[in-house]
């Protein structure tokens, strides 16, 4: 049985007693102890069931490459799935329930499926649940949905709160052990910013649980010595409970902090998420002990010699009385010594060697432990934990020589490094023949923009696998990576004892001449329940390449994705083949490294925060003079301004002929603003815009069409040339963030060199149209700079002062009007406005929404983004090819508008309409055609994009696609109605109202 002993532990307070509760059942532990390692020391070993066969599964491992070990955590508001009890840390009142069974963990009725295990192979859902095809909706569909997935999702709303930082630093050190220490330590020295994360509540990794001597003493002291010395230095920040979860681009790296998982309901976030740019990382993630496949291998009781090592030395918990070790390496002799000292009974040390004779392995045996080496493992004895093993010989086929009685069996296959980190970002992979594993090739590193390295792998994370080579190899490694930042460091590392090991044995499957009933029973991916025989069955069925096996059999697709299983099966897979392990090659290492709560990824955006909705500077005004708001994206404008008395009609009417006849101020904040700003800015407007931006002088504006690689219309607005290498695009108030993001798109992962700077100022500035007549006449009022026609033409803006406000005005209009668009700092917005009102009082000042913004830019025969266009439409369609430069090689779209279908004659264009009988057509009417089609319904030739009731022309106008578009005019068409009848309509030219232009330049 599992238990705790009486003396050890390192890592815990054996005067903190602490309470929890696995499946109902009350527990005790101690303060420092993990979820783990208190249920073992509980005689807990059986912790959950397997995702397919539903086999019993116990602690396999003691870090996040647990694949056995998920578990319900909490209740309530504070539940949460699939919980890794190896990194879940222990706290009073902890709540823990197994996943994956029914009734009850003890007895599942799940297990049916293990006796149905030869029916239900790797890839049986490829063949089945074909027929009969009705029963697939009424039968297999719901009993695969019943079946998926291990924990239960929560139903309530999350109790906790999350919360998202920002840091930048020189180096990033991700991994707090030796070597992350050491690379460190060199860092801060040479007085670089130094950010270290560590991933557990603890530094220094596995060097205390393995023995380790560093400078003479033991690698303890070493440790909390370096880590004193790092706090101490102003530029060196250490984290614990934070891991490093993914490397992107740029240096950019994101972390997740457990704040207080440990503590919960005390007010702390329960995690954060960190957003680092780093100028170089430093990869010292350490590597996972393999486990080796043998009949039996997932009998609870079965653990990595590593793993099991770390509870006896850190939690003082054995896994049983009786451990048989199982390796094809020295390092499994640690384990084996270390069980021993602490009286407990290693009977065999199982080698599959056939000769050992290092230090570690002469230790062993002067300690009396049997060492029998050419040795396997035949089969594990037990169901719901270990009863003993079968030994044979391991060149035969797995004929029983002795048994040996055990309650748990320790098993090292060899370590593999933690690389995940390294390549993620690019960087490749290198087989070591020596220490069969792959570790990162320093040739071809993660690289930066500049083409250099941004990514260093130090220590057992590059395949430093001794104490010394691991403290010089970081030493290297933080000196390199300094250099890279342009400092100097003395890569100078601490030394220590060297211990000789002899070269491990590369073995894969126990005997290596299994048959295919034990083949069966040695299991890859724990979790999801791939075999040896599963591997090699897909091979026999064509499945090659790795990535195809991985998703035939599901092999590395658990939650631990794939940490303990993949390089076994990659080696089964590569025997299979007939191949070498590196041609056969790896999976895709994808972030994150470990689980992210979805949570930590929204941080604080959530309930009303969500997406919260934008407000303009004057919203307060709009509201105190009754406006009706209406949503544009996220934001809130206002529709109209209803008078006492007036429905939104009369008021929107009431608005266009007050700005058309005198003045009218529109609240234009919500219009996209985008700085573009770089040595390589003109050529990106240019690829932006259909219309050449490059060319357009500093200080005058232009009007601008983006369009999607489709070449369908995207978005529209003016552009200003602010100097020589910036430009602001105006965009609709609805795409802004969308525009700004597909910016960045293009500039991340396609023009990645091009030296451009993109930022959305949307928020910073408040944005008024001063329109009408009597718009140049309020601004001489409030003075400070020439808003004359000469000095201030069509198309410009300019730089001043307007009633003691710093403004940009740009002379651009969207009525029709004479018309001013002024920028002002957001914090002056709400005063700029209520100025522009009283000044203006005398000239008939009014505001106007955005109804009557878009009848007179109806009246005008402007487009509207999204009125006019629904994603089908190009700027052709819309009259729009004097926008459409003629002289560029190539925009963003121009490939899309020359397919034929877009380049067609034949398309429905942009033409105005004006009803016969003045009404107004109805919105969404098509117009309708002779004769239907071959569904019956009946033809149509058009449809209707704006309409409106012209307040200026008193009668109804609309704008819309028609087949033939302009060449039109002059025809009667008729426009359908909801109510079935017809509207007879006029097809005219689109521009209804000052067709000479001659109203903005007065």
């Known amino acids: 049985m599992s238990t705790r002993l009486h003396k050890g532990g390192r890592l815990i307070d054996r005067s903190a007693s602490t309470e929890f509760s696995f499946n109902g059942k009350r527990m005790r532990g101690y303060a420092g102890d993990s979820l783990a390692s208190a249920l073992l020391a509980n005689n807990q070993m059986l912790v959950g069931r397997s995702f397919k066969y539903h086999r019993p599964r116990g602690v396999v491992a003691a870090g996040p490459e647990e694949p056995n070990g998920l578990v319900g955590l909490g209740r309530d508001g504070r539940f949460e799935p699939n919980q890794r009890v190896t990194t879940t840390e222990l706290f009073e009142g902890l709540e823990a329930a197994s996943q994956n069974h029914w009734p009850s963990l003890e007895y599942d009725v799940g297990v049916v499926n293990n006796a149905l295990a030869r029916f239900l192979p790797g890839g049986f859902y490829y063949k089945t649940f074909m027929y009969p095809r009705a029963a697939w909706k009424h039968l297999f569909e719901p009993i695969i949905r019943a079946s998926a997935g291990l924990g239960r999702a929560p139903t309530q709303r999350d109790a906790d709160r999350y919360e998202q930082a920002y840091a930048f630093c020189d180096l990033l050190v991700v991994g707090g052990g030796i070597a992350g220490l050491q690379a460190a330590l060199i860092a801060?020295?040479?007085?670089?910013?130094?950010?270290?994360?560590?991933?557990?509540?603890?530094?220094?990794?596995?060097?205390?649980?393995?023995?380790?001597?560093?400078?003479?003493?033991?690698?303890?002291?070493?440790?909390?010595?370096?880590?004193?010395?790092?706090?101490?230095?102003?530029?060196?920040?250490?984290?614990?409970?934070?891991?490093?979860?993914g490397v992107y681009d740029h240096g950019y790296v994101l972390a997740d902090e457990k704040v207080a998982d440990h503590t919960p309901?005390?007010?702390?976030?329960?995690?954060?998420?960190?957003?680092?740019?780093?100028?170089?990382?430093?990869?010292?993630?350490?590597?996972?002990?393999?486990?080796?496949?043998?009949?039996?291998?997932?009998?609870?009781?079965?653990?990595?010699?590593?793993?099991?090592?770390?509870?006896?030395?850190?939690?003082?918990?054995?896994?049983?009385?009786?451990?048989?070790?199982?390796?094809?390496?020295?390092?499994?002799?640690?384990?084996?010594?270390?069980?021993?000292?602490?009286?407990?009974?290693?009977?065999?040390?199982?080698?599959?060697?056939?000769t050992v004779s290092g230090a570690l392995a002469e230790k062993a045996r002067a300690l009396g432990i049997r060492v029998a080496t050419g040795t396997a493992i035949a089969k594990v004895k037990g169901g719901k934990r270990v009863t003993g093993v079968q030994l044979c010989a391991q060149a035969g086929e797995g004929a029983v020589l002795e048994e040996i009685l055990c309650d748990a069996v320790a098993m090292s296959g060899g370590w593999s490094p933690v690389v995940h980190l390294w390549s993620h970002c690019g960087g490749k992979l290198v087989w070591d023949k020596v220490n069969q594993h792959f570790r990162p090739d320093v040739m071809r590193p993660p690289t930066g923009a500049d083409g250099l390295a941004m990514v260093v792998a130090v220590g057992a994370a590059n395949g430093a696998m001794t104490t010394g080579e691991a403290l010089a190899d970081a030493a290297r490694g933080a000196a390199a990576a300094c250099a890279a930042v342009g400092m100097q460091a003395e890569a100078k590392a601490a030394s220590a004892d060297a211990v000789i090991e002899q070269a491990m044995e590369p073995v894969w499957i126990m005997p290596q001449g299994a048959g295919h009933a034990l083949k069966a029973k040695m299991w890859l991916d724990y979790q999801n329940d791939v075999k040896v025989s599963d591997v090699q069955l897909a091979v026999r069925e064509g499945y090659e390449s790795?990535?195809?096996?991985?998703?035939?059999?599901?092999?590395?697709?658990?939650?631990?994705?794939?940490?303990?299983?993949?390089?076994?099966?990659?080696?089964?897979?590569?025997?299979?083949?007939?191949?070498?392990?590196?041609?056969?090659?790896?999976?895709?290492?994808?972030?994150?490294?470990?689980?992210?709560?979805?949570?930590?990824?929204?941080?604080?955006?959530?309930?009303?925060?969500?997406?919260?909705?934008?407000?303009?500077?004057?919203?307060?005004?709009?509201?105190?003079?009754?406006?009706?708001?209406?949503?544009?994206?996220?934001?809130?404008?206002?529709?109209?301004?209803?008078?006492?008395?007036?429905?939104?009609?009369?008021?929107?009417?009431?608005?266009?002929?007050?700005?058309?006849?005198?003045?009218?101020?529109?609240?234009?904040?919500?219009?996209?603003?985008?700085?573009?700003?770089?040595?390589?800015?003109?050529?990106?407007?240019?690829?932006?815009?259909?219309?050449?931006?490059?060319?357009?002088?500093?200080?005058?504006?232009?009007?601008?069409?983006?369009?999607?690689?489709?070449?369908?219309?995207?978005?529209?607005?003016?552009?200003?040339?602010?100097?020589?290498?910036?430009?602001?695009?105006?965009?609709?108030?609805?795409?802004?963030?969308?525009?700004?993001?597909?910016?960045?798109?293009?500039?991340?992962?396609?023009?990645?060199?091009?030296?451009?700077?993109?930022?959305?100022?949307?928020?910073?500035?408040?944005?008024?149209?001063?329109?009408?007549?009597?718009?140049?006449?309020?601004?001489?009022?409030?003075?400070?700079?020439?808003?004359?026609?000469?000095?201030?033409?069509?198309?410009?803006?300019?730089?001043?002062?307007?009633?003691?406000f710093p403004v940009r005005v740009y002379r651009i209009s969207f009525s029709g009007e004479l018309s001013y668009e002024i920028a002002v700092p957001a914090s002056m917005g709400a005063a700029f406005w209520a100025k522009l009102h009283e000044a203006g009082a005398e000239f008939g000042a009014m505001p106007y929404g955005t109804e009557a913004l878009h009848?007179?830019?109806?009246?005008?025969?402007?487009?509207?983004?999204?009125?006019?266009?629904?994603?089908?439409?190009?700027?052709?369609?819309?009259?729009?090819?004097w926008a459409i430069s003629k002289k560029k090689a190539d925009f963003l779209g121009k490939r899309g508008q020359e397919r034929v279908f877009l380049a067609s004659a034949d398309r429905w264009k942009l033409a105005g309409f004006e009803t016969l009988d003045g009404s107004v057509v109805p919105d969404g009417s098509y117009i309708v055609a002779a004769g239907s089609n071959a569904n019956g319904q009946g033809n149509t030739q058009g449809r209707v994009t704006s309409t409106y009731h012209s307040p200026t022309l008193n009668r109804g106008i609309a704008m819309g696609l028609i087949h033939g578009g302009l060449d039109r005019i002059g025809d009667i068409v008729e426009f359908n109605t909801v109510t079935g009848g017809r509207v007879k309509a006029r097809v005219v030219d689109p521009v209804f109202y000052d067709k000479e232009g001659e109203k903005p330049n007065v």
């Open 188 to 245: 801060g020295q040479a007085g670089a910013r130094v950010i270290v994360l560590e991933q557990t509540p603890h530094w220094g990794g596995r060097a205390p649980v393995d023995g380790d001597q560093i400078e003479g003493a033991a690698a303890d002291l070493w440790i909390n010595a370096t880590v004193a010395a790092l706090e101490a230095m102003e530029n060196v920040t250490l984290r614990l409970r934070c891991a490093g979860v």
């Open 265 to 354: 309901g005390d007010g702390r976030p329960k995690h954060r998420l960190w957003r680092i740019r780093a100028a170089q990382i430093v990869t010292a993630t350490g590597a996972i002990e393999r486990p080796l496949s043998f009949a039996g291998n997932d009998i609870p009781g079965v653990m990595l010699a590593g793993s099991l090592r770390e509870y006896v030395v850190n939690f003082a918990v054995s896994a049983g009385d009786r451990t048989v070790v199982v390796t094809n390496n020295d390092d499994a002799y640690r384990t084996a010594i270390a069980l021993v000292e602490a009286g407990l009974v290693v009977p065999c040390i199982v080698d599959a060697r056939s």
């Open 855 to 881: 009848i007179m830019r109806a009246e005008k025969g402007f487009i509207m983004i999204g009125d006019e266009t629904d994603g089908t439409v190009i700027p052709q369609d819309l009259n729009l090819g």
């Open 546 to 804: 790795v990535e195809h096996t991985k998703r035939y059999t599901t092999l590395g697709m658990a939650t631990d994705q794939g940490k303990l299983s993949n390089i076994n099966g990659l080696a089964v897979l590569a025997d299979a083949l007939n191949e070498e392990i590196p041609r056969v090659g790896t999976t895709t290492f994808r972030p994150p490294y470990v689980p992210v709560t979805l949570g930590a990824l929204a941080g604080e955006s959530r309930g009303e925060i969500f997406q919260p909705l934008r407000k303009t500077p004057m919203h307060a005004w709009h509201e105190a003079n009754h406006a009706y708001m209406e949503p544009v994206g996220l934001w809130r404008r206002p529709y109209c301004f209803p008078r006492a008395g007036e429905n939104h009609e009369q008021a929107v009417h009431r608005e266009v002929n007050n700005t058309r006849t005198a003045l009218g101020l529109l609240d234009a904040s919500t219009l996209g603003k985008i700085i573009v700003k770089g040595p390589d800015a003109g050529r990106f407007m240019d690829m932006l815009y259909t219309g050449v931006m490059s060319t357009l002088p500093v200080g005058k504006c232009r009007y601008g069409l983006m369009c999607n690689e489709q070449g369908f219309l995207s978005d529209d607005g003016v552009v200003a040339r602010i100097d020589e290498e910036t430009w602001l695009c105006h965009t609709t108030s609805g795409g802004a963030d969308r525009i700004h993001a597909w910016m960045e798109d293009w500039l991340q992962c396609e023009w990645w060199d091009w030296k451009v700077y993109t930022a959305n100022i949307t928020e910073q500035l408040a944005q008024v149209a001063v329109v009408g007549p009597n718009a140049r006449k309020l601004l001489e009022k409030l003075g400070g700079m020439d808003v004359s026609k000469e000095a201030l033409p069509f198309m410009v803006w300019a730089d001043g002062s307007l009633g003691g």
